[in-house]
């Protein structure tokens, strides 16, 4: 009995710890997504949670400080001000209109607070509006024509 008492009683204390140290960590870095219209329905539990907050940032709203950034995002109508104080800089494609999600914490001061921040490119690949189908590939026949002889 005194052998198993030797060995199991630290055994049983490490995976104890380590069970502790994984249950914390992943309370730590869990962030729960919201949209600005939910945040205002949270109530008091919002300034204790991890989120992370989607829109596109308002036109002209940008003031930028090196790695500090204060802007808005705006999402059905709602607004929301965002302090960005990461330790990188905010991405290139993070611009006026642009989609950004923010990952941080809603202060008392009715200011979002982001640690990160993320930029989708403003639609720089969708077509314009009211612009033609791109044009579709010329049948096989004429496709052969045009090619070069080969000999």
């Known amino acids: 009995m005194n052998k198993y008492w030797k060995f199991g009683a630290p055994i049983v204390l490490i995976v104890a710890g380590l069970g502790y140290l994984a249950f914390s960590g992943v309370q730590e870095s869990k962030s729960y997504y919201v ?5 205002s329905e949270m109530g008091d539990s919002i300034y204790s949670k991890r989120l992370r907050v989607a829109g596109n940032v308002e036109p002209g709203s940008i003031r930028r400080q090196g790695t500090h950034v204060q802007f808005t995002l705006t999402e059905q109508g709602r607004n929301l001000n965002v302090v960005y104080s990461g330790t990188e ?15 941080g914490s809603y202060g008392r001061d009715g200011v979002f607070h982001a640690k990160q921040l ?13 612009a033609d189908q791109p044009s579709q590939a010329a049948p096989p026949e004429k496709a052969q024509a045009a090619a070069p002889a080969m000999q």
């Open 89 to 103: 800089a905010p991405p290139d494609t993070f611009k006026d209109n642009a989609q950004a999600l923010a990952e």
């Open 118 to 130: 993320q930029a989708k490119c403003a639609s720089k690949y969708a077509p314009a509006p009211g």
């Open 35 to 39: 949209t600005i219209k939910e945040m």
